[in-house]
């Protein structure tokens, strides 16, 4: 078992530059999540999925989007980058909503 | 709304000094409470838990106990070592569907030789 995968693991962007970033888990779990980790701000929830299909906004989703390919894939695409993007981006994903997550390794995005 | 606080460190100890880590949690109902221990340059990995009142979660000789009365949820450990050293994160599950947990800042631990 692989748990958790994300790609890339580093990327650096131009303003203006779009990019998808990828997520796939092989535990057959049914929620996923895209987080974004700041310094000083701990993990805040971009979006979420709770079953393939359906994906919904948590506390940040302004200037991304996400789509729920199928039950193993989770993406989030940045549309325009902005400096303010600069983050950790962590995928994680849960048997059901209110369980334990498991964390992908993370991507590091730096827009300039 | 929901809100998870911890110190926020660093916190630096020596080596078999004894750990504590304070979490406290605002929420309306009980909700399931997490550690959670990132490493240097890798993701967050799950340390122990607890899903009600009184519950003990423990694991690699930490501990921490669901304490309804005072809303926390603190992160111990006897004797630390330097393998310990890493960001450590208090997190809850407040309910209402799948909409992920909510997490405190993280404290950074320190542990000397």
């Known amino acids: 078992n692989a748990g958790v995968t994300q790609t890339p693991k580093f990327q650096v962007l131009k303003t203006g530059q779009s990019m998808t970033l990828q997520c796939a888990q092989d535990?057959?779990?049914?929620?996923m999540y895209w987080y974004r980790q700041d310094p000083g701000m701990g993990l805040r929830l971009i979006y979420y999925?709770?079953?393939?299909?359906?994906?919904d906004k948590g506390e940040v989703p302004n200037g991304y989007n996400v789509s729920r390919l199928n039950k193993r894939e989770f993406s989030l695409r940045l549309e325009s980058a902005a400096p303010s993007q600069t983050s950790v981006y962590f995928c994680?994903?849960?048997?059901?909503?209110?369980?334990?997550?498991?964390f992908g390794p993370g991507t590091r995005l730096t827009v300039l | 709304g929901d809100s998870v606080t911890q110190m926020e460190g660093p916190v630096t100890l020596s080596e078999e000094a004894f750990l504590t880590i304070n979490c406290t949690y605002t929420a309306t109902g009980y909700p399931s409470l997490f550690w959670y221990v990132q490493y240097p340059g890798e993701g967050l990995q799950l340390l122990l838990k607890a899903t009600k009142a009184d519950d003990k979660g423990s694991n690699k000789g930490f501990e921490a106990t669901y304490r309804k009365e005072t809303t926390s949820f603190h992160l111990e450990k006897g004797s630390v070592q330097v393998s310990d050293s890493a960001v450590y994160f208090c997190?809850?599950?407040?309910?209402?569907?799948?909409?992920?947990?909510?997490f405190g800042k993280g404290t950074h631990l320190i542990i000397q030789p």
């Open positions: 999925s709770a079953s393939e299909g359906t994906t």
């Open positions: 535990m057959n779990h049914n929620s």
């Open positions: 994680a994903s849960s048997p059901r909503g209110d369980n334990e997550q498991f």
């Open positions: 997190a809850q599950y407040s309910g209402g569907g799948a909409d992920g947990l909510t």
